[in-house]
């Protein structure tokens, strides 16, 4: 079983967040600016479902009126413009389009506005420090399809988008991964366990236990269960503390492996910014696949994709 990701992957991205000055008020960000040649690795596709509902640039500011956009979808609540035109049938089928839109395109992940009451996952508004009524509209459908969500904030951190990168390339690996049987599982699992354990420790090691105890022959509904509760522990968010931590456990093993010590990477104790743990991180990476050795925490390659 190969552990490199080969292609190019897909990513969806809120319209706005790409650049395009489709928001409200006419504006837009490019938020992918600090990946610099990185953001070459990736195919785009952006997608506005305010736009795509026939709301106009500018237009007026939309708000969730009732609990939350999920209670959009069970009409327990609705959208409505600052001007108090209902949108809320609109906004519902171009969510839908854009859902279509991204899965025939078979994106790997989508990055989202966070704070809009369309694209919103955890928070429907920039203002102060309130939440509003998450999820949005758009972002009640894309949690509903369990995308791999990326808010784009992050992309601003060279650290978190190497937690969000590293994990990314390791759920598109196994969205795609052949799974046949229990040696495969027991194989990929074996790849993805070490990072598991980083970002949610208490379902990896009750998951280990249970494949642990699993019979030798397995139905592929079974095995798809299994593949799907590993994709969405690879959806969590690492912290800082746990990834300096993880980084010198790899860094450990890797030096015992080659015999000599590697400079430039610190010890967990040791002072320094999100930039240059980024910097050790992505060392660590090159070296250990340069040498075939295993960086638990980033299980999947992209170095070996033709091209790169």
């Avoid at 490199?4 to 790409?18: F, N, P, Q, T, V």
């Amino acid at each position: 079983m190969e552990f490199i990701m080969e292609r190019k992957l897909r990513i969806g991205i809120s319209a706005c967040m790409y650049g395009s000055k489709v928001r409200y008020n006419n504006k837009g960000w490019d938020m992918l600016e600090p990946l610099g040649r990185e953001r070459s690795d990736f195919i785009w596709h952006p997608v506005c479902p305010e736009v795509l509902a026939g709301l106009g640039v500018p237009r007026d500011a939309i708000r969730i009126s009732g609990p939350s956009g999920s209670d959009v979808w069970t009409h327990q609540a609705k959208v409505v413009s600052s001007g108090g035109k209902e949108i809320s049938k609109a906004l519902m089928n171009s969510s839908e389009f854009c859902i279509k839109l991204l899965k025939e395109a078979k994106v790997d992940a989508f990055i989202y506005m966070e704070g809009s009451p369309s694209c919103g996952v955890y928070r429907t508004t920039l203002r102060d420090k309130r939440l509003g009524k998450p999820p949005g509209v758009f972002g009640h459908k894309l949690l509903e399809e369990a995308f791999f969500l990326i808010p784009a904030a992050d992309l601003q951190s060279p650290l978190r988008w190497w937690d969000w990168r590293r994990r990314l390339y390791a759920f598109a690996w196994l969205k795609d991964a052949p799974l046949e049987n229990k040696a495969d599982l027991y194989a990929i699992w074996h790849r993805m366990k070490f990072v598991c354990q980083e970002v949610d420790q208490v379902n990896a090691r009750a998951f280990g236990h249970q494949i642990a105890k699993l019979e030798d022959s397995l139905s592929k509904e079974r095995l798809e269960g299994l593949r799907f509760d590993i994709l969405m522990m690879l959806r969590k968010p690492s912290t800082p503390a746990r990834i300096k931590n993880m980084l010198w456990k790899n860094y450990t093993h890797v030096r015992k492996k080659l015999g000599y010590d590697i400079e430039g990477i610190l010890k967990p104790e040791d002072e320094r910014g999100i930039t240059k743990l980024a910097e050790e991180l992505i060392l660590m990476e090159r070296i250990a696949y340069e040498n075939d050795v295993l960086m638990g925490t980033t299980p999947i390659s992209n170095r070996g994709r033709k091209g790169r």
